[in-house]
């Protein structure tokens, strides 16, 4: 099959209106971050270059453009809860993204419900129907293929309690589409849902030889 394709160098550019990598990259699940500075200070803020990397231990992270409050606070606590972003809590989540001096909370701001977490020091969303709570493995600056550092990091940590509203359990199993988690897409605004609808199933190739 020929295609007609669009070809750029990320260092020279894309000469597209919007940079394409996010919208191709996506959607991308949110890594709505919980943490709390040494005095105290309750921070929330909304990743969307983030995921889980291991099943045991589970492992999970989020990359920061930038030293922010999340990265501080959690490099010097060792600490932070991820809180699963859904619709019903989409502009919540949006408002925590607004860049506001340190010292605010945005629990507050957002107004949203701090709840003590079991394992960590960390407030976690009420409102949230999943929450991880998260002990710091490692937080990694970014270098480009030269080993130049790059102002990103790459903050990793282990999942060491999890916390699901039962209502999204069917039969011992978790419900996806149920709890209505919202993604991120392309452009400066664009995010999707899930829907059982759009749901297709398949079998590994070595779970079918079995």
Same mark, same amino acid.
């Given at each position: 099959?020929? @295609?007609?394709? $669009?070809? $750029?160098?990320?260092? /020279?550019?894309?000469?597209?209106?919007?940079?394409?990598?996010?919208?191709?990259?996506?959607?991308?699940?949110?890594? =709505?971050?919980?943490?709390?500075? /040494?005095?105290?200070? @309750?921070? #929330?803020?909304?990743?969307?270059?983030?995921?889980?990397?291991? $099943?045991?231990?589970?492992?999970?992270?989020? /990359?920061?453009?930038? =030293?922010?409050?999340?990265?501080?606070?959690?490099?010097?606590?060792?600490?932070?809860? =991820?809180?699963?972003?859904?619709?019903?809590?989409?502009?919540?989540?949006?408002? +925590? +993204?607004?860049?506001?001096?340190?010292?605010? !909370? *945005?629990?507050?701001?957002?107004?949203?419900?701090?709840?003590?977490? +079991?394992?960590?020091?960390?407030?976690?969303?009420?409102?949230?129907?999943?929450?991880?709570?998260?002990?710091?493995?490692?937080?990694? @600056?970014?270098? !480009?293929?030269?080993?130049?550092?790059? !102002?990103? =990091? #790459?903050?990793?940590? *282990?999942?060491?309690?999890?916390?699901?509203?039962?209502?999204? #359990?069917?039969?011992?199993?978790?419900?996806?589409?149920?709890?209505?988690?919202?993604?991120?897409?392309?452009?400066?605004?664009?995010?999707?849902?899930?829907? *059982?609808?759009?749901?297709? !199933? #398949?079998?590994?190739?070595? /779970?079918?030889?079995?």
């Amino acid at each position: 099959m020929t @295609r007609q394709r $669009y070809t $750029y160098q990320p260092r /020279a550019g894309h000469g597209l209106p919007h940079d394409p990598l996010n919208a191709i990259i996506g959607p991308r699940p949110i890594g =709505w971050i919980s943490s709390q500075s /040494a005095n105290g200070v @309750r921070n #929330l803020a909304p990743y969307s270059f983030f995921n889980c990397f291991n $099943y045991h231990p589970p492992i999970i992270g989020f /990359a920061s453009s930038g =030293w922010k409050d999340s990265v501080r606070n959690i490099s010097e606590s060792n600490e932070f809860v =991820w809180n699963l972003a859904t619709r019903p809590l989409a502009e919540a989540m949006n408002e +925590s +993204s607004a860049s506001i001096p340190p010292e605010q !909370d *945005e629990f507050a701001l957002a107004g949203l419900t701090p709840t003590p977490a +079991s394992h960590v020091n960390v407030s976690m969303v009420a409102e949230s129907p999943v929450n991880f709570e998260c002990r710091l493995t490692q937080c990694i @600056r970014l270098q !480009d293929v030269q080993g130049a550092e790059l !102002d990103s =990091w #790459l903050v990793l940590g *282990e999942v060491v309690a999890i916390h699901i509203d039962e209502q999204l #359990l069917e039969n011992g199993i978790y419900q996806t589409a149920k709890a209505q988690p919202i993604l991120r897409a392309g452009g400066p605004s664009a995010y999707y849902g899930i829907s *059982e609808a759009l749901r297709f !199933d #398949l079998v590994r190739p070595d /779970a079918r030889r079995a």
